[in-house]
């Protein structure tokens, strides 16, 4: 009896290589911080508080304290693993996925001009924001992929005749591994926030 082959067979670092998915959903999030401080100027979002459309850009504080700006970056990191982790168990990912990148793009160029503008400018923006941002959004990117692939291969198991094996044990496994990584990011921007925060 011929052994099932399992939907996703690769190695680790190959199932976050697909070009045919990586490529788009990258377009989708630039498209969002691009579109992110347009919106802001056009629409005046920062004209009455402008602190307010910064609620998902998960922008840490130099003078809020170390575990502040800590648990800041990991709870919104997080909290969209998990919605891109929920997105990929649907058969409606290959949709909210690429929509979710483009509204967090969005957050991420809303944060960008908030620092140049209110938050210190170009310095504090490079130390205090940019790296964390930068590397949440390659970390959300690239489980993106990851969780559209899965989207994917739900949604061609529920019409094939054969059914699949879609290996879900893998696809929590890299869920955590993702998990992990963010605690690394939110650590590395804290202790950037607070370096510049340390010389104020």
């Known amino acids: 009896m011929k052994k099932e082959v399992a939907l996703f067979p690769s190695n680790f670092l190959q199932r976050f290589s ?8 990258a377009l989708a999030l630039l498209c969002g911080i691009a579109a992110g401080p347009v919106m802001a100027v056009a629409l005046q979002l920062f004209a009455l508080d402008p602190a307010a459309p910064l609620f998902f850009s998960g922008i840490p504080s130099p003078n809020a304290g170390f575990g502040a700006c ?5 709870l919104n990191l997080l909290s969209c693993l998990i919605v891109l982790f929920l997105l990929g168990v649907t058969a409606f990912g290959a949709v909210g996925i ?21 938050g210190g400018g170009m310095g504090c923006s490079a130390l205090c924001y940019l790296p964390s941002a930068a590397g949440s959004s390659l970390l959300l990117l690239l489980f993106s992929s990851r969780a559209l692939a899965f989207s994917n ?6 019409f094939a005749k054969r059914q699949e094996n879609l290996d879900f044990s893998f696809y929590f496994k ?6 992990c990584f963010s605690v690394v990011v939110a650590l590395t921007g804290a202790l950037l926030a607070k370096t510049y925060g340390a010389f104020l």
């Not at 697909?18 to 959903?25: D, E, K, S, T, V």
């Not at 291969?153 to 529920?158: F, I, P, R, S, V």
């Not at 890299?174 to 998990?179: E, H, K, Y």
């Open 153 to 158: 291969g739900l949604a061609l198991a529920g």
């Open 174 to 179: 890299d869920f955590l591994v993702f998990a």
């Open 98 to 118: 690429p929509v979710f990148l483009l509204v967090r793009g969005a957050a991420v160029g809303l944060g960008a001009l908030w620092f140049l503008l209110y």
């Open 18 to 25: 697909n070009c045919r998915l990586f490529l788009p959903l």
């Open 70 to 74: 800590f648990s800041t970056l990991l």
